[in-house]
């Protein structure tokens, strides 16, 4: 366990600095959102992509570990469909609010999730790491709007709008674009792939500092209870549906490791913005974040070393 904490040591105090100048003010409010979509349209497309091509998957079952992953994922979503009379009676929660618990406990913060696995597994762990963004994006995303437009409220969002977030998102075109360049052989240009190697390198450290810079510590005190719900499901629970389903797939090695990783991280920032954008509870949305983030220093290694 202790060479665990060692690894991840340094991906936390990437964010605890992210958080630190943006409370000093440095360099500046208004930096924070051009780095923000700099990292997630160029960036970490750049990484995915040159991980992926660059990726050996000839000895690893990458169709059971996103079997696995699927499968955990859509067994969280069941489990928060049928407690939603509890979260909606006795915890009191709106259909707002549910949503953005919802989000909490299945989205997943694919920036530390890369960043843990590199750490921890070495370039093999990107790789899976990325598959595992390719098989979980997309398919999170259809869920949580799925949700949000059938509980945030009265006017729901339209499937259209479903069609374009998928369509237009730069995480799932990245994948989608490793993943054919790789199992075509068609590979990319050595001097290109250089290239793409030289942007996605800065990706990992600015999006972790981007993940710090956006925690709003403000909001802890209110909502314990559905904060303490949720956290216990995003970071305990998922981890141990993902070690479940990895057993009954026969998925084991760094693929086991990293798809139990992709359990164990935060929950993911840009869940504020769809919350944001469709009617959901969005400060509850806010503090779930940074309740994860800040706890996840703990539970990660913890789930680690537990399910490792």
């Not at 869940?271 to 944001?276: D, E, P």
Request: net charge neutral; hydrophobic share 60%; charged share 10%.
């Amino acid at each position: 366990m202790i060479e665990t904490i060692y690894a991840l040591i340094p991906v936390f105090l990437v964010i605890a600095l992210g958080a630190y100048v943006k409370r000093i003010g440095f360099p500046g409010q208004e930096f924070w959102v051009p780095l923000d979509r700099v990292t997630y349209f160029i960036l970490f497309p750049a990484l995915l992509v040159h991980s992926l091509v660059s990726a050996d998957f000839s000895n690893i079952p990458v169709p059971n570990m996103a079997a696995a992953l699927f499968a955990g994922l859509f067994t969280m979503s069941l489990i928060l469909i049928a407690l939603r009379p509890v979260i909606s009676g006795p915890m009191g929660q709106s259909g707002p609010a549910f949503t953005s618990i919802f989000q909490g406990a299945t989205r997943w913060n694919s920036f530390v999730g890369l960043a843990a696995s590199f750490a921890l597994f070495g370039t093999e762990g990107l790789a899976l790491a990325a598959v595992g963004i390719g098989v979980l994006v997309p398919t999170v995303n259809v869920l949580c709007v799925f949700i949000l437009m059938r509980y945030a409220g009265d006017d729901p969002a339209s499937f259209r709008l479903l069609g374009k977030l998928l369509i237009r998102n730069p995480l799932v075109i990245a994948c989608a674009v490793g993943i054919f360049l790789n199992a075509s052989g068609i590979g990319l240009w050595a001097p290109l792939l250089s290239g793409v190697d030289i942007l996605g390198r800065a990706a990992l450290a600015l999006g972790l500092l981007a993940v710090g810079a956006g925690l709003d510590l403000s909001q802890l005190s209110a909502q314990r209870v559905p904060i303490a719900f949720t956290t216990t499901l995003r970071l305990i629970a998922m981890p141990l549906l993902m070690a479940g389903w990895c057993w009954v797939f026969g998925v084991d090695g760094v693929a086991r490791m990293v798809a139990i990783l992709c359990g164990a991280v935060p929950g993911a920032t840009a869940s504020y913005v769809l919350a944001r954008q469709l009617g959901g509870d969005a400060p509850l949305m806010a503090s779930l974040i940074t309740a994860s983030t800040l706890a996840a220093m703990v539970t990660m290694p913890a789930m680690i070393w537990l399910l490792g």
